[in-house]
T-cell receptor
Framework: GESVGLHLPTLSVQEGDNSIINCAYS??????FIWYKQESGKGPQFIID?????DKRQGQRVTVLLNKTVKHLSLQIAATQPGDSAVYFC????????????FGKGTRLSVIA | DGGITQSPKYLFRKEGQNVTLSCEQN?????MYWYRQDPGQGLRLIYY???????QKGDIAEGYSVSREKKESFPLTVTSAQKNPTAFYLC?????????????FGQGTRLTVV
């Protein structure tokens, strides 16, 4: 079936550097994408979302890029901080009403102080 | 404050027992979901409900059961038929509109078989 996947399972970044977390999706019908952050032992928290009619969306220190041609999604974190250490998931959704979000396996981001 | 609450945070089950995990939301969301998360894995969908008194199986529904008698509540029962129930269970609720879906998660229940 269709699935969402991630290129890199782990990522180590020096504090202050920028982080880039990648995600590949295979369902060309998906029109909405979300990035979540999950800290150890907690539920995922919403970071940023993007609709398929957009290529880029910026939040506070985070930017999501969407390349529909190659079905690729990325999350960029500027000036990475120790508090950014967590597992990051991308999720996709098809346009049909309340269909469930489909999650990738996640990337663990470790920030080196 | 509006939110989604899971209880208990930790749960221990003996072999052959059924246990029920609670999920309550006061966000007035129509849809609710249960996901299972194993170490180093992503979230796998167990069951979901788009409206009261209706629910659908997800990818790994075997050994689980749910009910949706009230909009606010979506309890998950892990039955003795689930052979490997030790995992982290996450409940979520969503509301969709204008092409955007807001999905909120509870803090999870960690279930351990003893």
């Amino acid at each position: 079936g269709e699935s969402v996947g991630l290129h890199l399972p782990t990522l180590s970044v020096q504090e202050g550097d920028n982080s880039i977390i990648n995600c590949a999706y295979s369902n060309s019908a998906s029109d909405y994408f979300i990035w979540y952050k999950q800290e150890s032992g907690k539920g995922p928290q919403f970071i940023i979302d993007i609709r398929s009619n957009m290529d880029k969306r910026q939040g506070q220190r985070v930017t999501v890029l969407l390349n529909k041609t190659v079905k690729h999604l990325s999350l960029q974190i500027a000036a990475t901080q120790p508090g950014d250490s967590a597992v990051y998931f991308c999720a996709e959704k098809s346009p049909s009403g309340n269909t469930p979000l489909v999650f990738g396996k996640g990337t663990r981001l470790s920030v080196i102080a | 404050d509006g939110g989604i609450t899971q209880s208990p945070k930790y749960l221990f089950r003996k072999e052959g027992q059924n246990v029920t995990l609670s999920c309550e939301q006061n966000l007035n969301h129509d849809a609710m979901y249960w996901y299972r998360q194993d170490p180093g894995q992503g979230l796998r969908l167990i069951y979901y409900s788009q409206i009261v008194n209706d629910f659908q199986k997800g990818d790994i529904a075997e050994g689980y059961s749910v009910s949706r008698e009230k909009k606010e509540s979506f309890p998950l029962t892990v039955t003795s038929a689930q052979k490997n129930p030790t995992a982290f269970y996450l409940c979520a609720s969503t509301v969709s509109g204008q092409g955007v879906t807001e999905a909120f998660f509870g803090q999870g229940t960690r279930l351990t078989v003893v």
